[in-house]
């Protein structure tokens, strides 16, 4: 016996307009307050839908600020720096709010934030970039791939260190390996700004 798929529930706000009442997205009304969520793992389409709202909201005003709230495991590298770059060519800032996990690649978005903010349980993890797929293939092939992970490592641990202040060095120390930072320890190391309790 199969059972039955639901689908996500997605909640929704009513709204009274001349033509009576209708029925939004909620993700609709918090975009109409210059809010955005990165939930989930970063990949190409929700890298994409973010890009693309950032933008509305830059030609809508170019000066107004952006939240974006993070909880993320973070995700693919190059759908990561394409978020980060956009962000970095805002005129309007963009205040980053993690709640939960700010991970990986979604660690390097949050610190980039023009103001970052953490929830007193949340937590930030750095680390180098992975490896995806299998490794496998002739040795220059391989050796290729390797290379190809030193310079994608230099250029987030240069991105980590502009945002943090922290040394290169310091920043290559920490992401040997997974490192997490509580709310408060991120905020000392430089990870982030504040710790709030509301929002």
């Known amino acids: 016996m199969s059972e039955a798929i ?6 929704q706000v009513l709204q009274e307009t001349c ?3 209708c ?3 909620v993700r609709d009304q918090m975009l109409a307050n210059r809010e955005l969520e990165l939930c989930g793992p970063i990949d190409a389409e ?3 839908i973010l890009i693309r709202s950032l933008l509305y909201l830059q030609r809508a005003d170019a000066v107004a600020p952006i939240k974006m709230f993070i909880n993320s495991p973070g995700g693919e590298v190059q759908s990561g720096l394409a978020l980060y770059d956009v962000m ?8 980053t709010i993690c709640l939960g996990m700010a991970a ?3 660690a390097l978005v949050f610190v980039s934030g023009a103001r970052r903010e953490m929830l007193p349980h949340s937590r930030v993890m750095i680390h180098d970039p992975l490896i995806g797929g299998g490794l496998g293939g002739s040795a220059l092939s391989v050796k290729a791939r390797a290379d190809d992970l030193m310079r994608i490592r230099d250029i987030t641990g240069e991105v980590l260190a502009r945002h943090t202040g ?4 310091r920043v290559f120390e920490l992401t040997a390996q997974d490192t997490y930072f509580e709310a408060e320890a991120a905020v000392e190391a430089g990870l982030a700004d504040a710790v709030v ?3």
């Open 6 to 11: 639901y689908p996500l529930y997605q909640p």
């Open 19 to 21: 033509e009576g009442i």
């Open 23 to 25: 029925r939004l997205d």
């Open 46 to 48: 929700s890298a994409a």
């Open 88 to 95: 970095q060519t805002l005129s309007c800032p963009v205040t």
């Open 104 to 106: 990986s690649m979604a």
């Open 166 to 169: 922290m040394t290169l060095e």
């Open 197 to 199: 309790a509301s929002l």
